[in-house]
């Protein structure tokens, strides 16, 4: 079982940066790759970032790619989502998954991710 707490969202102007962080604890932190997913008001949740549990490889979506940066700390036991250049069009509840990996890859969809946290707030104004 891992237990996923996520922080650093809240209100920012268009343009600006958010580093949102999610700390882990439970069973062994390594061995699960990561994701961040978000979902906007009256909108399905959405891919944004993905980490293998090594951290060597990351994978984004199209909307935030060469916006956002996924990164982990395994002695703290946290993930990052920096997030820079943001747009009203980023608002949503991010939310940190974890999933047990079998390999050093990343995972895109949800329903690949077991552990899910509850979620920190981005609103962007224009």
């Known amino acids: 079982q891992v237990q996923l707490v996520e922080s650093g969202g809240g209100l920012v102007q268009a343009g600006g940066s958010l580093r949102l962080s999610c700390a882990a604890s439970g069973r062994t932190f390594s061995r699960y790759a990561m994701g961040w997913f978000r979902q906007a008001p009256e909108k399905e949740r959405e891919f944004v970032a993905a980490?293998?549990?090594?951290?060597?490889?990351?994978y984004y979506a199209d909307s935030v790619k060469g916006r956002f940066t996924m990164s982990r700390d395994h002695a703290k036991n946290m993930v990052y989502l920096q997030m820079n250049s943001l747009k009203p069009e980023d608002t949503a509840v991010y939310y940190c998954?974890?999933?047990?990996?079998?390999?050093?890859?990343?995972?895109?969809?949800?329903?690949?991710?077991?552990?899910w946290g509850q979620g920190t707030q981005v609103t962007v104004s224009s």
């Open positions: 980490i293998s549990w090594s951290g060597g490889s990351t």
């Open positions: 998954a974890a999933t047990e990996a079998d390999s050093d890859y990343y995972y895109y969809t949800d329903y690949e991710y077991h552990y």
